[in-house]
Structures are given as structure tokens and as C-alpha cells.
């Protein structure tokens, strides 16, 4: 079954095109990935899919629904997660409270429930913490949790935009970049996770990446851009023997 | 459990002290001491939007500008209504009018928080500077037509011989409600929602919140918060207005939620009450005296730049405000105490 579906997506910039003719058939469950020279209009597919950015052209269905109209809150609210190039944590609250954050949007309590502490309020936070902490244990961050997220160190970091994402009970993750400044034990790791998050969370994955060993290792079909257009899609062994491919990171 | 005991032991200690004072204290100091609660009331309810959700509202002086307003409208009588309104008559129904100050009160907050709702879907298309100016403006647009509606407001002749109902109860119990509500949004799901918007909407966006709800909330909450104190104002001066609610008013709470620390409701508490109480004391340098065998000349005006050079030492030395984001909690205070009188008990020296 196809979960994300995207045709002919475009997005124009006055006169540049940073995207042309992007077609991607998501199928539930997947671990795809999506890579490519820089500029090339990785993150930007993202944030369109995301609804950061508005397409110029083209359409984007998930799981049967038109993404086009939706905010981006309403899309998380829908099932899309994604996490940031540049890590976008909440710096002054602490790792608990950032994964709380990515739980709130799954509240069925109103505000007032809180300010008067109901019974159904308290219930639903007990739940979210003991998520949480669940959570926390999944990305090894348990220790940390009263921490000051901007003071982890970067991996740390990472992990706990993973789990944050986690938290918004997603059906796909966008995961932008997940093992930059990573170094190859760490990377090594981190696709281990990829596959247990995806086993244990029912997850579909689209990941960007820049790694070529990890995304050659790890996923299933690739899609590479350059200068906004797709240059080939395929699985990595194909991918790999691409002279496009080759051109586009080997240079000529 | 402790906290909550010590916070209802906290109250029962107010409470003594508020009737000690409205028995024993002068009129003078019973003043001072209800504008403290009502100041009390609106830096918490400011801090609200600007500390905790990261928005720079500056148009509070109009909410509370149509609190007070609104409930001195309505508890005005007929006859006197018939009196202040000299150039032009009072609108029906108002003319008519005439509510228990509870009501009027209460009016007066639900009216500016309608307010709040109506302009928060122009004010929170913007974000940053541009919400500034778009708050600021609506901030003036209310005093402007309170100035100019004569048939409404009086227009700049203003409204007086307002009965003095505030009472110092009045303005502590708003107070005491306006801390705990704020509190207790602060502290929840909702209040942490705020919180993760005022660090990076973007990422709070993706995480699935619907940022203009929530920031719709703190902002009518708050206006809520400041109509009430406006009609609590109101009736406290006995006389109201256009000139009165300016963007002086505004830029006055913008000092205090910032010397008290920008998020932390205690520290808006303690600001709040620091700023009153220093206001009136600062009074004594406007009159001439006598230093060390020299006379010195009253200075009009010398209380606002002792003011402007005390807070700006404060901002020098507590660069993120007297408590920055934190709160002073219970445990605070027994540190205070144990650093004052420290325990000396045999069983501690054998450590």
C-alpha cells in the first residue's frame, strides 16, 4: 500500500526552479531514501511535504488524503513527522520536556482541564510521561532527562529530536540528515535504531542523507536529485552503477 | 503535598496581614498596598504573553483601558451618569444601567477578553516587530476613540465620582486568582506548549501545535486578566480618563515583567510590588529638604529619572531580571531562612 504519494511536485522561487517534476510512491512501512548534491532540493521536498513551503505545481496525498491545504501542525496531527537539518530543539527546557512537547498535540484535554487539574488531565499526563520516559529509554537519554537540552552534546542532541518526532505518534518520519556529525561507530548505531524504531513504532522512513555507506546499507530505493530534478530512482545497487549518479558526486 | 500545604499556609499569612492592614493601616498605606495587588494582577497576566509565550504585546493598556471603562459604565447610576455626561448623552441602554460592582467587574474583563479574541486574528498573522506595532497600535486606537466617543466615554472630560468599591480584598483575591490560574497554566501541558512556541515556533509547528490557538489563549486570558484590573483601577482612583491609560501604562508593565524577570511569575510579584512601593516612596525627592545641613530644591519630574537610574543599575547587574526564568519557589525560601539562622544541632556536627 502506497502511504505518500507526490506527483509532478514543484516549487519556483521568482525565477529559479528548485524543484521540477518530483514523483515518489511511498509504500507503508518503507525505509527510502532521498540524497543528492547539496542545493540539489533535498530539504526542500521536505518542507513542502512538511507544509513549511507551498508547491508551485504538482500534488501531495497521504494516505488517501490532499496534503495541499493543510498547516504544517495539521500534517504532524495527520501522521508526518520530521526532524531538521539544523537541529531545532527546544534549547531551555529540559530533555523531558521536549519529548512532552511532541506528545501535547496528542492531548484530549483543553486548556482549563489543566489549569484546573481534572482527573482526566492528571490521567493523560501520567500516560504521556510514562511515554515519555519509554521514549527516553529507546534513544538511551533516560539519564538525561532533566537536562537542559541545549547543553546535551550534539549525538545527544540528535537522538532526542528523534524521539521528540517519536512522541507526535507519527506513521511517517522525515529524518533530515540523521547521522551528520555522526562518526562511523556512531552511524553504525544509528541505523541499527532506524530499523528498530521502524519495527517497534510501525514507521515508514524517508531520510535524507549525505552518508553514502549508510544509505546504500539502510535503505530500501533511492531518490537522486540534482538541481532540482531527479536524476535516477531506484534500489541502492542500481543507484551505485548510475553514471548520473557518479557525475553528480564524483564529478566528471 | 508540602507545597501544597505551605501554599495555603502562604495565603493564611496573607490574609493576616491584608486584615491587619485594613484595620490598623492609614488610608494612605491601604492604597499603596491595593495598587500593589493590581499591579500585581496585570504584570502576571502580562508576563503571560510576553515572558512565557515570547510575544511582545504592547497593547495592554487598551484591555484595560475597556475594563475599566466597562465597569464604570456600569455601576454608575442613572443620575449620575446624567451629571458627568455634559456635552453629550450616554447611549442607551448604558444611560440606563446601573449593576452591583461584582457584575461590572466582571463585565469589564469579559468585554476586553471579546476584544482580545476579535483583534488577535489580525494581531497573530504577524509575529515579532511587526506584532509590536500591530498591538501598540490597537493600544492607541482605544485611546483615540475613548478620547473621541463622547456619547460612549465622555470623551477627555472622563468619568468621575466613581464609588471607591475596591477594597484591598478585592485586589489581593484578583491577584491571589490571577498567580494561581497563570500558575497553573504555566506549569501544564498547555503552559509548556507556550513555552516550546516562544523558543522556536517553527519546530513547535512541527511538533504538531497549532501555534495561533495557544497564543490566541495566553493573549485573551490575559486580556481577561487586565480588564479586570482596569475596572479594579477604576474604582480605586475614583476617576478615570483617556489620558490616563497611555502607552505609558504599557511601557510601565514592560518594566516590571523585564526587572522581574521575563517568565517567572514570582519574580512579576516582586517586581510589581518593588515598582508601587518605590514610586511612592521616591515621592519625598520632589519635595525640597534639607541633606547633611544643605537645602535642597524639590525637583518635579527628579522621581522618574531616580527611577530611570535605579533600573537601569538592576539591568546592569541582573541582566536577565531580578529572577530570570526561574521561580522562587518554597524551597527557596527555606534556604533563605536556613542561610539566616543556620541549624546548629549536635547530630550535625558528627558528619
Known amino acids: ?252 | 503535598m508540602k507545597k501544597l500545604l505551605f501554599n495555603l499556609g502562604g495565603l493564611l499569612l496573607l490574609a493576616l496581614c491584608l486584615y491587619g492592614a485594613d484595620r490598623f493601616a492609614g488610608d494612605y498605606y491601604l492604597r499603596v498596598l491595593t495598587q500593589v495587588a493590581i499591579f500585581i494582577t496585570l504584570a502576571v497576566s502580562y508576563n503571560l504573553v510576553v515572558g512565557i509565550s515570547g510575544q511582545l504585546h504592547l497593547g495592554p493598556n487598551a484591555f484595560i483601558t475597556i475594563g475599566a471603562y466597562t465597569a464604570t459604565l456600569l455601576t454608575l447610576t442613572p443620575a449620575e451618569k446624567d451629571l458627568i455626561f455634559l456635552m453629550k448623552p450616554l447611549v442607551w441602554p448604558l444611560s440606563q444601567v446601573s449593576l452591583p460592582f461584582v457584575w461590572s467587574l466582571l463585565a469589564g474583563g469579559l468585554v476586553a477578553a471579546g476584544f482580545g479574541f476579535l483583534t488577535g486574528f489580525p494581531v497573530f498573522r504577524v509575529r515579532g516587530d511587526y506584532l509590536a506595532i500591530v498591538t501598540l497600535g490597537f493600544g492607541e486606537v482605544v485611546r483615540v476613540l475613548a478620547n473621541n466617543l463622547q456619547g460612549l466615554t465622555n470623551g477627555s472630560l472622563g468619568l468621575k465620582g466613581l464609588a471607591p468599591y475596591t477594597t484591598i480584598w478585592w485586589a489581593w483575591g484578583l491577584a491571589v486568582v490571577t498567580v494561581v490560574v497563570v500558575q497553573a497554566l504555566k506549569n501544564s501541558g498547555y503552559g509548556r506548549a507556550l513555552a516550546a512556541i516562544r523558543q522556536d515556533e517553527t519546530a513547535a509547528r512541527a511538533m504538531g501545535i497549532n501555534t495561533f490557538q495557544h497564543l490566541l489563549l495566553a493573549y485573551v486570558l490575559s486580556a481577561f486578566f487586565f480588564g479586570l484590573g482596569g475596572g479594579l483601577l477604576a474604582h480605586l482612583i475614583t476617576t478615570i480618563s483617556p489620558n490616563l491609560f497611555t502607552f505609558f501604562l504599557t511601557f510601565n508593565l514592560l518594566i516590571i515583567i523585564v526587572v522581574g524577570g521575563l517568565g517567572s511569575t514570582t519574580g512579576a510579584v516582586l517586581s510589581a510590588f518593588l515598582f508601587t512601593v518605590a514610586g511612592e516612596w521616591l515621592r519625598f525627592v520632589e519635595e525640597p529638604q534639607v541633606v547633611l545641613g544643605l537645602p535642597i530644591p524639590g525637583i518635579p519630574g527628579m522621581r522618574q529619572v531616580i527611577f530611570s537610574l535605579a533600573l537601569l543599575l538592576v539591568i546592569i547587574f541582573f541582566r536577565r531580571g531580578l529572577l530570570g526564568r526561574r521561580e522562587f519557589s518554597w524551597g527557596d525560601t527555606v534556604r533563605v531562612f536556613r542561610r539566616i539562622f543556620p541549624a546548629r544541632l549536635p547530630s550535625s556536627d558528627l558528619r
Not at chain 1, 7 to 15: A, I, N, R
Not at chain 1, 34 to 50: E, M
Not at chain 1, 83 to 107: A, K, P
Not at chain 1, 166 to 173: D, E, H, I, V, Y
Request: proline share 6%; with cysteine; net charge neutral.
Open chain 1, 1 to 252: 500500500m502506497i502511504l505518500l504519494e507526490t506527483q509532478q511536485l514543484g516549487v519556483k522561487f521568482g525565477g529559479l526552479l528548485a524543484l521540477d517534476n518530483f514523483n515518489l510512491a511511498l509504500p507503508t512501512g518503507s525505509l527510502y531514501g532521498l540524497i543528492g548534491p547539496n542545493g540539489a532540493g533535498k530539504t526542500t521536498v521536505f518542507n513542502l511535504l512538511s507544509g513549511f513551503l507551498h508547491p508551485s505545481h504538482g500534488d501531495m496525498v497521504f494516505a488517501g488524503q490532499d496534503l495541499q491545504k493543510l498547516p504544517p501542525y495539521a500534517r504532524t496531527l495527520l501522521g508526518v513527522a520530521r526532524t531538521f537539518q539544523n537541529i531545532r530543539l527546544f534549547e531551555d527546557l529540559s530533555v523531558m520536556d521536549n519529548v512532552l512537547v511532541g506528545f501535547h498535540c496528542r492531548r484530549r484535554t483543553a486548556w482549563w482541564d489543566g489549569v484546573l487539574r481534572l482527573p482526566d488531565y492528571r490521567r493523560e499526563e501520567k500516560e504521556q510521561r510514562l511515554r515519555a520516559w519509554a521514549l527516553l529509554e529507546e534513544v538511551d537519554l533516560r539519564d538525561a532527562a532533566q537536562e537542559r537540552a541545549g547543553q546535551l552534546p550534539y549525538g545527544h542532541q540528535r537522538r532526542l529530536e528523534i524521539a521528540r518526532a517519536l512522541a507526535t505518534q507519527p506513521r511517517l518520519l522525515l529524518l533530515d540528515e540523521p547521522a551528520a556529525g555522526l562518526n562511523p561507530q556512531e552511524t553504525l548505531e544509528l541505523m541499527d535504531f532506524l530499523r528498530e524504531i521502524r519495527a517497534r513504532h510501525a514507521l515508514t522512513l524517508l531520510i535524507i542523507e549525505h552518508n553514502l555507506r549508510l544509505v546504500m546499507n539502510l535503505c530500501e530505493h533511492l531518490t537522486v536529485l540534482d538541481h532540482g530534478l531527479t536524476i535516477a530512482a531506484g534500489p541502492p545497487p542500481e543507484m551505485q552503477k548510475h553514471p548520473q549518479v557518479i557525475k553528480a558526486y564524483l564529478g566528471k
